[in-house]
């Protein structure tokens, strides 16, 4: 079976068939009808070999393709990893069968990410404030956010401050800052007393983060990171190649997969009737990462504005507001689905 780059999302997959392609033509795996560089699938079976390593037989649970496009994002389309999968897994003689076999990752994988979610209920409805630290260092979560990216010093952030007293002059640099402590309430990042800076990488975003809502009067900070500073971040929203981890890919795996589960809480929207509780386990992993990792905050995906990315900073001393901007909201765009059920006659 030939391949060919369109076959693929993953980067390091479409680099090698381009470096090592002897041949152009169709594909016949994919859809694609571009004359390309054409491989033979075996020549990724030393890639695959390791990948599927860190998967087992679980009659419970997912089918392999699922999985894979999901938590990976390996091939461009749901048909090319089937049709690919399943001859790979062929070749490497797996216990794996074929795309659609149900599986679960390995033990000590699961493991790691599941504690997560142990951890949210024993934070929320057993003990707070002693929490098992060592079991979180043994399963090695202080290495998974010790992968820190620094935010370039040119990179503008953003914070809105809604209006709600009719004034139609903007906020002052100083008062577009995160607030008091004595009024500073619970966020998503942060408990109530300890005020942290929440910052968006683009306007359109720190709006829809506010929920601002038609004919809103809103004051828009533009924020900089000050000269001889330097910001490190925990990024959420990194994705990277498995495979450019090989010999090491189950502890990636457990890296990625914690904070891709971590980033889903943060990046969770609480409704009106949601109970402040829900804050309480993405407050105390921002705690750990502070304290722990010595970073200066976290870098995560917005659930409210797709593509959007937010910036907690748990300081506000490396960043200074140096413009100020009123804006009103003239437009919003709604769009809901059917939630009810249709009884049955």
């Known amino acids: 079976m030939k391949v060919c780059v369109h076959c693929f999302n993953d980067l390091e997959l479409k680099r090698f068939i381009i470096s090592n392609s002897v041949e152009k033509g169709k594909c016949d795996s994919c859809s694609n009808s571009i004359v390309s560089e054409l491989l033979n699938v075996e020549e990724l079976l030393d890639f695959f070999a390791e990948f599927i390593e860190i998967f087992e037989n679980d009659e419970s649970g997912t089918p392999l393709i699922n999985i894979i496009q999901n938590d990976w994002n390996i091939f461009s389309e749901e048909k090319v990893c089937q049709n690919i999968l399943s001859d790979l897994l062929v070749s490497l003689n797996s216990s794996l069968f074929n795309a659609n076999t149900k599986v679960c990752y390995v033990y000590d994988i699961e493991k790691s990410t599941l504690y997560w979610e142990m951890l949210k209920e ?17 399963l090695g979560w202080d290495s998974f956010f010790g992968k820190q990216n620094t935010l370039s010093p040119s990179r503008p952030l953003y914070r809105a401050r809604l209006h709600f007293n009719g004034e139609k002059k903007p906020f002052s640099n100083k008062d577009m800052g995160s607030p008091p402590k004595r009024k500073s309430s619970s966020g998503r990042a942060n408990p109530q007393g300890i005020p942290f800076l929440y910052l968006s990488t683009d306007i359109n975003t720190t709006l829809y983060e506010t929920r601002a809502i038609y004919l809103d009067d809103v004051s828009i900070g533009e924020f900089r990171i000050k000269d001889n500073s330097k910001i490190i ?30 980033s889903l809480d943060l990046s969770k929207p609480i409704r009106r009737f949601d109970s402040e509780l829900e804050y309480i386990p993405t407050q ?35 960043v200074e507001c140096i413009s100020v901007a009123m804006h009103q909201v003239i437009k919003v765009e709604i769009e809901a689905k059917n939630i009810s059920f249709k009884k049955k006659h």
């Open 233 to 262: 971040v925990v990024d959420f929203t990194e994705e990277e190649s498995p495979f450019l981890h090989m010999g090491n890919l189950p502890e990636y795996a457990k890296s990625k997969l914690l904070k891709k589960y971590i």
């Open 284 to 318: 105390f992993i921002c705690e750990f990462i502070r304290y722990i990792t010595g970073a200066d905050g976290i870098l995560f995906d917005s659930s409210l504005h797709k593509g959007g990315k937010n910036i907690v900073l748990f300081e506000q001393d490396k």
């Open 122 to 138: 024993d934070l929320k409805w057993k003990r707070r404030f002693l929490t098992d630290i060592n079991g979180m260092i043994e």
